[in-house]
Structure formats: structure tokens, C-alpha cells
């Protein structure tokens, strides 16, 4: 056998074992136990660039300020209205679970992706002294979340337009 049907093999080998890790959840990591707000304010951003935050700005020293400096989102109707917006936005989309969302404000969804199984926290706060909807997405595992924390805030922001 040639080296490079030996190379063939043993990169299709390891896709092959880490999709099946992702299956199993190897790849899932552990939910945060500091999430939520604590004193007007979400968790700070990811160290590594695989989150977004609307609150980064709160971190000046932090090393992924500027990477993950996102706006927050505007309100569509009251606070309280505009998070069950955004709670009916997000059970519209495919992966998605609300883990916690009890009408105060605050909501609290983890978003795993269908092949590897990668799973993100999402944190929406109404911030009343703002008047905007905070928020926080990140990656458990992994050092780049390839835009996708982004992409997700952004269809979240498009919905809430829409739903006008």
C-alpha cells in the first residue's frame, strides 16, 4: 500500500472517531456553574475566540474584548415581551434547548450542533437600566467557534426585525 493510501486511511480513521465522539458527547463539555447575572452584568467573554458578548466593553483588559464586541439587542415591544420574543425565535431553531427561561428577563439555552454534538451557552438578559436585551454566547470546548456564536445573535437580531 502507497503512503498516501496509508494517509487516505488514517485521516478518514480519525474523522471517522471524532464524529463518533461527537455522537457520543464526548465533545459536549460541561455547562458553566457561573452563569447568570451578577451585578448588572453576564459572564465575561471567552479567553480564546469563541464567543460574543454585548457586555465586553465592561472588560477593558480582556484579551478577546474586541473579537467578541457585539451589540446588544434592541427591544421589540417591553423587555419582558421581547424575550419571549426571542425564546419563540429560539425554539424555531434546530439544536436548540431553554434550559431556563421563568419570564423575568432572563433566558438561558444551550445550542448543540447536529454532526459533532459542540455545545453553546446562550445567555439573553433584559437589561432595564439600557433598555436593550444583553447578551452572551459561547463555546464550551474549543479555542474558535468559527463565527458561529455570531451568526446565531445576528439570526436572533434578524428575527426580532422581522417579527415587527
Known amino acids: 500500500m502507497t503512503l498516501l493510501k496509508w494517509t487516505v486511511m488514517v485521516v478518514l480513521a480519525l474523522a471517522l472517531?471524532?464524529?463518533l465522539a461527537g455522537q457520543?458527547?464526548?465533545?459536549?463539555?460541561?455547562?458553566?456553574n457561573d452563569l447568570g447575572v451578577k451585578d448588572g452584568r453576564l459572564k465575561p467573554p471567552s479567553?480564546?475566540?469563541?464567543?460574543?458578548s454585548s457586555q465586553a466593553a465592561l472588560y477593558p483588559e480582556h484579551p478577546?474584548?474586541?473579537y467578541a464586541e457585539i451589540a446588544p439587542l434592541a427591544l421589540s415591544g417591553n423587555g419582558l415581551a421581547t424575550v419571549a420574543k426571542l425564546s419563540t425565535l429560539l425554539q424555531a431553531m434546530p439544536g436548540v434547548k431553554i434550559i431556563q427561561d421563568k419570564g423575568d428577563g432572563y433566558l438561558y439555552a444551550q445550542c448543540t450542533t447536529p454532526l459533532m454534538k459542540f455545545v453553546d451557552?446562550?445567555?439573553?438578559?433584559?437589561d432595564p437600566v439600557n433598555q436593550a436585551v444583553?447578551?452572551?454566547?459561547?463555546?464550551?470546548?474549543?479555542?474558535?467557534?468559527f463565527g458561529v456564536n455570531r451568526q446565531r445573535v445576528e439570526a436572533l437580531r434578524a428575527g426580532l426585525i422581522g417579527a415587527q
Not at 134 to 144: L, Y
Open 24 to 32: 457520543l458527547g464526548l465533545l459536549s463539555g460541561h455547562a458553566p
Open 64 to 66: 478577546m474584548r474586541a
Open 47 to 52: 479567553a480564546t475566540e469563541n464567543s460574543v
Open 121 to 126: 451557552d446562550l445567555e439573553l438578559w433584559f
Open 17 to 19: 472517531a471524532a464524529v
Open 134 to 145: 444583553q447578551v452572551r454566547s459561547a463555546s464550551r470546548v474549543g479555542r474558535k467557534d
